[in-house]
Nanobody, 123 residues
Framework: QAQLVESGGGLVQAGGSLRLSCAAS????????MGWFRQAPEKEREFVAG???????YYADSVKGRFTISRDNAKNTVYLQMNSLKPEDTAVYYC?????????????????WGQGTQVTVSS
């Protein structure tokens, strides 16, 4: 049974930066794909970024060039560096793990989820 724990959310002004962390136990992240998703109030949960077992990354168009997903295998942790934040990035951010190595951008492709961390960007 894997467990994912996010941290690093908070309140930031537009144009600022945050780094989210997702620490895993019970699953070796370097062998599987990981994703970051977000959900704003009254909206569907949406894909933000993913990293494959081989280190290939993929981003939603809305965050491309501003967000960077990375992985520290020694710490079994995945990160999401968020720069140039905008008010529309405000949401609860979730990390998720797949049981296979390739990225997909849909929620039903992931079997373990963290509890979420709130990111609020003020204008």
């Amino acid at each position: 049974q894997a467990q994912l724990v996010e941290s690093g959310g908070g309140l930031v002004q537009a144009g600022g930066s945050l780094r989210l962390s997702c620490a895993a136990s019970g699953r070796t992240l370097s062998s599987y794909a990981m994703g970051w998703f977000r959900q704003a109030p009254e909206k569907e949960r949406e894909f933000v970024a993913g990293i494959s077992w081989a280190g290939y990354t993929y981003y939603a168009d809305s965050v491309k060039g501003r967000f960077t997903i990375s992985r520290d295998n020694a710490k079994n942790t995945v990160y999401l560096q968020m720069n140039s934040l905008k008010p529309e990035d405000t949401a609860v951010y979730y990390c998720a793990s797949r049981p296979v190595g390739e990225i997909v951008a849909v929620t039903n492709g992931y079997d373990y989820w963290g509890q979420g961390t709130q990111v609020t960007v003020s204008s």
